[in-house]
Antibody, heavy 118, light 111 residues
Framework: EVQLVESGGGLVQPGGSLRLSCAAS????????MHWVRQTPGKGLVWVAH????????SYADSVKGRFTISRDNVKNTLYLQMNSLRGEDTAVYYC???????????WGQGTLVTVSS | QSALTQPPSASGSPGQSVTISCTGTSSDVGGYDYVSWYQQHPGKAPRLMIYEVSKRPSGVPDRFSGSKSGNTASLTVSGLQAEDEADYYCSSYAGSNTLYVFGTGTKVTVL
């Protein structure tokens, strides 16, 4: 059974940093693109970043480019999102997802809430 | 890159059909056959319902179908059931710079 479990969310001050993790199991992690998608409470989904199975290439939404870094450890079967210079508008539930279908996310984690506030 | 445009709400009685539109541009929906649809119940993670415009992952009922014409994609839910009440989001590939864009979301209510 495919499982994705996010962790690392919490309350952080503006300008601060946070690292999210997504532990994957039930599939060959290194064979899949992986994504981060966020959702502001009560609003829609926004794609944040993705990473190839080998760790490169990576791509980012313009709103996080230069501040967020996606990475992966194929030995630990874990996806990461390093978030720096956080802003209030980064407040959201962050989901990790598996790119199991062409340009589609076929499995999602349960999400982790990031709140940026002073 | 702007979000794809979906109607805020749609509704139907049990057994009826409802169709949700997803309008983009020639740079996303109209330019690629990579439209996906996701279902999201309150407090839950999204679930993939359709990919590559009209393909269903295993386990998705055949009551769900997708199509595309020009810059507009559509999701049709036939034979509405109570459990279909949820938010639905479309998504499209948008090229090598922007990559992916989601729709604004549609809340489907089963009357």
């Amino acid at each position: 059974e495919v499982q994705l479990v996010e962790s690392g969310g919490g309350l952080v001050q503006p300008g601060g940093s946070l690292r999210l993790s997504c532990a994957a199991s039930g599939f060959t992690f290194s064979s899949h693109w992986m994504h981060w998608v966020r959702q502001t409470p009560g609003k829609g989904l926004v794609w944040v970043a993705h990473i190839n199975g080998d760790g490169s290439p990576t791509s980012y939404a313009d709103s996080v480019k230069g501040r967020f870094t996606i990475s992966r450890d194929n030995v630990k079967n874990t996806l990461y999102l390093q978030m720096n210079s956080l802003r209030g508008e980064d407040t959201a539930v962050y989901y990790c997802g598996r790119g199991g279908k062409p340009v589609a996310i076929d499995y999602w984690g349960q999400g982790t809430l990031v709140t940026v506030s002073s | 890159q702007s979000a794809l445009t979906q109607p805020p709400s749609a509704s139907g009685s049990p057994g009826q059909s409802v169709t949700i539109s997803c309008t983009g541009t020639s740079s996303d929906v109209g330019g690629y056959d990579y439209v996906s649809w996701y279902q999201q119940h309150p407090g839950k993670a999204p679930r993939l319902m359709i990919y590559e415009v009209s393909k269903r992952p295993s386990g998705v009922p055949d009551r769900f179908s997708g199509s595309k014409s020009g810059n507009t994609a559509s999701l049709t839910v036939s034979g509405l059931q109570a459990e279909d009440e949820a938010d639905y989001y479309c998504s499209s590939y948008a090229g090598s710079n922007t990559l992916y864009v989601f729709g604004t979301g549609t809340k489907v209510t089963v009357l």
